[in-house]
Every structure is written in C-alpha cells, then in structure tokens.
C-alpha cells in the first residue's frame, strides 16, 4: 500500500490550476466540511452537515464540490492510534467507494488520529462553551486535516 503522504503529494501536484481541495471529517452524524483558497495555502472551515441517507449526503456534497470548484476530496481517515483500521475507518472507506461511484473528482485518504483532540484542546484553550465546541468540533477538524494536507506541499 502507498502511504498516505505519496498519493497525496501526487493527488495535488496532479490538480489543475483554479481548482480547490475540500476536506471532510466524516462522523457517524455529521460531516466537517473545510475548502483551500485556490493558492492551496490555507484551509477554511465552511459547515458542518447533518448526516442522512448517503444518497442525500452524496447529491449535498458534490453539489457543494461543482458550486466551490472542487478538483480533489480529502477524507479524514480514522486509524487507531496503532495505525491499525478499526470499524470506523471501514465504514468510511465504504463511503468512499459509494461516493467514486458517483463523481468522476478525485479521492484520498489523510490520516486524521488526534485531529479532533487538538481541535478541542484549541477550542477549550479559547475558553469556548460546550455548546459552541460541538458546534464546531467537526469542520475545525477538517480544516485541521486540510491544513495538514496543504502544509505538505
């Protein structure tokens, strides 16, 4: 298997120019959602969605990818801290394969362990409520993943 860091370092350098990269923290309610700017400089956090049936989610999605000019889709992907894939991480794979079923933009995979927890810890050290850190919690992440990805480059 390819590491992470190779297919994403060709995924990118692979994407036309005036093209961005969207970012998803795909949760078992929700999904994060974060854009680049179109220098692939800096990630955006942009909404969290409250998941449904994949047929709505996917239609949602690649909506939101043709309106933003969306070349490349990033998914979090949620390994054990051993590296080892867990019962989340299979059930985003299937969603990937659903969703490459469905839009010819390219997918990959960037290892998300601990993106969630330093977007708390940030979030707590900002001394935001509870309330506020769950409504954030899930696009922060992707925006951290993202940020990860572009940080590469």
Request: hydrophobic fraction near 45%; charged fraction near 25%.
């Amino acid at each position: 298997m390819i590491p992470f860091l190779e297919i994403a370092r060709s995924s990118i350098e692979a994407l036309p120019p005036g093209q961005r990269i969207v970012a998803l923290d795909l949760g078992s309610k929700t999904i994060g959602i974060a854009t680049s700017d179109l220098t692939l400089s800096i990630a955006t956090p942009r909404h969290t969605m409250a998941r449904g049936k994949f047929q709505a989610d996917a239609k949602l999605l690649l909506e939101f990818a043709a309106a933003e000019g969306i070349g490349l889709i990033v998914l979090g992907m949620p390994l054990n801290m051993d590296g080892s894939e867990g019962p989340r991480a299979q059930s985003t794979r299937a969603f990937v394969r659903n969703l490459e079923k469905l839009t010819p933009i390219p997918i990959i995979y960037w290892d998300e362990r601990l993106s969630t927890a330093a977007v708390e810890r940030t979030m707590l050290e900002a001394d935001l409520s509870r309330a506020k850190r769950a409504e954030n919690v899930d696009k922060l992440a992707a925006s951290y993943i993202l940020q990860g990805l572009l940080d590469l480059r």
